[in-house]
């Protein structure tokens, strides 16, 4: 969409843990995970980094959005459940983990979350780790981490209001959104409130997407959602050291999921709604400085989610009468803690320990009146990281964790009467060693080697998957060794970052097909500990300034996944190739123009390469820029009215043309 953030390549080696964005906000010092050294100094180089302003810019206008814009990130959308999630290097949003501010976020259940379902607008930048994740973050960072960090205030009064809508083809406005953030700092405690919503009625389908019994008109069946986004932070800062704060988060959302509108053989229609997708949170940080030259962080925190899916007979989504309509219900929640120590040893030699635990329940229901079942598990972690600088060009990290899964109860439906699964506990153990080298002020080479773990989730355990899988109480840990090799740097008006990696994947959850008799609803499978797996590729990214007037960015991505396994099955649900190109204008003061595209090669819906998504190129175009008081955006997305999809028989929007004000004091 807008001007380039896709390939920041330098992101990760100049912007400091504290350091303050453009407009103001600056990232809240608490919420940083991984942080080399002093708090001023850079973040690793396997970091990638977009801050607020790079994403407003983008017109981005949630995370799932922002996120889209790294290169080896990609984006899914599930179409039947319309969720939004992420894959980072063929890992998919159960193998990366998600933090606000360093706190874990997602759902019990099955360990996914919908992005589009979160704003950015109460956030000072997203920081993204791919394979090499410092241990610290805690268990099941298989294939990377994504922290939002929120943003704390500067000022004694600060805010930004804005506003915005969508425009069809036709000269209708189907969407609307608003939102905003004031917060106060008052030199010994500050506090901020940020808010955003969005009504979209429907998303209008590209002209030359074919009709089609479940999608009549050109306007998308069954495409509606509202989106009400709101935080809180209240903070103390008693002296130059020590920060303790408060925050809480309610994401409060309805969606419909629009009707399979594709046509693989076997695959049915299905009419939900989700009348109901409550996320909350609460969680309290502090950092402490304990000694002279040691810091105590510590995280506390709670969340829920609450939801219901109801399946209609039909498009008129009045009625539920037929066998696969259903009212489902979710109610889970968590809570848990982490405390990390570090001590200072001299400049060159720093000591980092961390200590995690959560308690996850999870109870469901398949229809008003059934029993509802529930289900327990408790996490543990323990880790110890070092670096170590034996030269002022040399660092190097090596850490270590320990992680354990106590499944405490699992009850499985039975004739309408409860029987419990069998329960037990993992242990995995992880290490991982980092290495960079600042060859030059300008020029950095990195290495590292690590092994990360994912315990597998609730619903991996224990689900029927609606009558087509058997559980598999037993399931056991996945396990992936990663290695990467970078180089970072800049050379006049360029700068650039490319990446090599490799990771291959052992005892990987992979489905198993069993004999259809086995099921109520076939073809029938179970998950189990069978699959090895790699996952191998290229990121490029960089920028080059042109003129003055004129700039240049662009990332590229290649990632290979294989099933070595089973060779014949089709990796699904990720493209192998992704570009992402953008050329910025400054034609007046303080204005800009930027044409920019987006292209990836197709993708697999199925394992059996039956259902594919293509490969698709979509150009946006928007202008930036003061008007009076205001900062405005307008453009258009996919300029070319391109039908495209991340899944197969799940059509995206064609032509929107949008515009959003905003007022910053």
């Known amino acids: 969409?807008?001007?380039?953030?896709?390939?920041?390549?330098?992101?990760?080696?100049?912007?400091?843990?504290?350091?303050?964005?453009?407009?103001?906000?600056?990232?809240?010092?608490?919420?940083?995970?991984?942080?080399?050294?002093?708090?001023?100094?850079?973040?690793?180089?396997?970091?990638?980094?977009?801050?607020?302003?790079?994403?407003?810019?983008?017109?981005?206008?949630?995370?799932?959005?922002?996120?889209?814009?790294?290169?080896?990130?990609?984006?899914?959308?599930?179409?039947?459940?319309?969720?939004?999630?992420?894959?980072?290097?063929?890992?998919?949003?159960?193998?990366?983990?998600?933090?606000?501010?360093?706190?874990?976020?997602?759902?019990?259940?099955?360990?996914?979350?919908?992005?589009?379902?979160?704003?950015?607008?109460?956030?000072?930048?997203?920081?993204?780790?791919?394979?090499?994740?410092?241990?610290?973050?805690?268990?099941?960072?298989?294939?990377?981490?994504?922290?939002?960090?929120?943003?704390?205030?500067?000022?004694?009064?600060?805010?930004?209001?804005?506003?915005?809508?969508?425009?069809?083809?036709?000269?209708?406005?189907?969407?609307?959104?608003?939102?905003?953030?004031?917060?106060t700092n008052q030199d010994t405690w500050y506090a901020q409130a940020s808010a955003s919503w969005q009504d979209a009625d429907y998303y209008e389908l590209p002209s030359g997407?074919?009709?089609?019994?479940?999608?009549?008109?050109?306007?998308?069946?069954?495409?509606?959602?509202?989106?009400?986004?709101?935080?809180?932070?209240?903070?103390?800062?008693?002296?130059?050291?020590?920060?303790?704060?408060?925050?809480?988060?309610?994401?409060?959302?309805?969606?419909?999921?629009?009707?399979?509108?594709?046509?693989?053989?076997?695959?049915?229609?299905?009419?939900?709604?989700?009348?109901?997708?409550?996320?909350?949170?609460?969680?309290?940080?502090?950092?402490?400085?304990?000694?002279?030259?040691?810091?105590?962080?510590?995280?506390?925190?709670?969340?829920?989610?609450?939801?219901?899916?109801?399946?209609?007979?039909?498009?008129?989504y009045t009625t539920q009468k037929r066998p696969y309509a259903f009212s489902s219900q979710y109610d889970d929640h968590t809570y848990g803690f982490s405390a990390a120590f570090e001590q200072r040893w001299s400049e060159a030699q720093i000591t980092r320990l961390a200590l995690h635990g959560k308690q996850d329940f999870h109870r469901e229901t398949a229809n008003a009146g059934s029993p509802w079942q529930h289900f327990k598990d408790r996490t543990w972690s323990a880790a110890a990281e070092h670096e170590w600088r034996p030269s002022p060009a040399w660092t190097i990290t090596p850490g270590a964790s320990w992680n354990l899964l106590q499944a405490q109860r699992a009850q499985d439906l039975r004739g309408g009467a409860l029987v419990p699964f069998a329960v037990g506990s993992d242990v995995a153990f992880n290490g991982q060693v980092l290495a960079a080298w600042q060859a030059a002020e300008d020029w950095q080479l990195y290495m590292g080697a690590g092994r990360k773990t994912r315990f597998p989730t609730l619903k991996d355990r224990y689900s029927y998957r609606m009558g087509s899988a058997i559980p598999n109480p037993q399931l056991k840990p996945e396990s992936s060794g990663n290695l990467e090799i970078g180089v970072q740097g800049a050379r006049g008006a360029l700068d650039y970052k490319l990446a090599l990696f490799d990771s291959r994947l052992h005892d990987a959850i992979q489905a198993v097909t069993l004999e259809p008799v086995a099921c109520t609803s076939p073809p029938c499978t179970q998950l189990r500990n069978v699959g090895r797996a790699q996952h191998r590729g290229i990121e490029l990214s960089g920028g080059l300034g042109l003129s003055e007037d004129w700039s240049l960015r662009a990332s590229y991505a290649w990632v290979q996944r294989r099933n070595l396994s089973q060779p014949g099955l089709r990796p699904t649900d990720m493209p192998r190739q992704k570009l992402f190109a953008a050329i910025d204008w400054r034609f007046a003061a303080d204005w800009r123009a930027t044409l920019s595209g987006d292209a990836e090669s197709r993708r697999y819906t199925d394992s059996a390469g039956t259902r594919v998504a293509g490969g698709f190129a979509v150009v946006d175009a928007a202008v930036h820029g003061p008007l009076a008081s205001l900062d405005f955006t307008a453009g258009v997305r996919n300029l070319l009215d391109r039908t495209y999809s991340y899944m197969e028989g799940f059509p995206e929007p064609g032509r929107t043309y949008f515009a959003e004000a905003g007022f910053g004091f």
Do not use: C
Not at 224 to 238: V, Y
Not at 273 to 293: A, M
């Open 1 to 183: 969409m807008l001007s380039v953030a896709a390939g920041m390549a330098l992101a990760a080696a100049s912007a400091g843990a504290e350091d303050a964005p453009s407009d103001g906000e600056s990232v809240v010092p608490l919420g940083v995970v991984e942080v080399v050294g002093r708090s001023t100094e850079p973040l690793p180089p396997t970091a990638d980094v977009l801050d607020i302003e790079q994403i407003r810019e983008q017109g981005r206008r949630n995370v799932i959005e922002a996120l889209d814009l790294l290169p080896g990130v990609t984006r899914q959308n599930f179409g039947q459940r319309r969720d939004s999630l992420v894959n980072v290097r063929g890992f998919d949003s159960r193998q990366v983990t998600l933090y606000i501010d360093g706190v874990p976020v997602y759902v019990p259940y099955d360990g996914n979350l919908d992005l589009a379902r979160f704003g950015v607008e109460g956030l000072s930048r997203i920081v993204v780790t791919k394979g090499l994740t410092s241990v610290l973050y805690g268990p099941n960072a298989l294939g990377g981490s994504i922290n939002l960090v929120g943003a704390r205030p500067q000022e004694t009064l600060e805010g930004r209001a804005f506003a915005g809508f969508d425009v069809d083809r036709s000269g209708d406005v189907p969407d609307y959104r608003a939102g905003g953030r004031v917060a």
């Open 209 to 316: 997407y074919p009709r089609s019994p479940v999608q009549p008109g050109s306007r998308r069946a069954n495409s509606g959602s509202r989106d009400l986004d709101l935080s809180f932070k209240l903070g103390l800062t008693p002296n130059a050291t020590d920060e303790y704060a408060l925050s809480v988060y309610h994401v409060d959302d309805t969606k419909e999921t629009p009707p399979y509108a594709g046509h693989a053989p076997g695959v049915a229609a299905r009419y939900w709604r989700w009348p109901r997708w409550d996320k909350d949170g609460i969680y309290f940080l502090s950092r402490t400085r304990v000694l002279d030259s040691a810091d105590l962080n510590l995280r506390l925190y709670h969340g829920s989610f609450r939801n219901e899916l109801r399946s209609y007979d039909d498009a008129s």
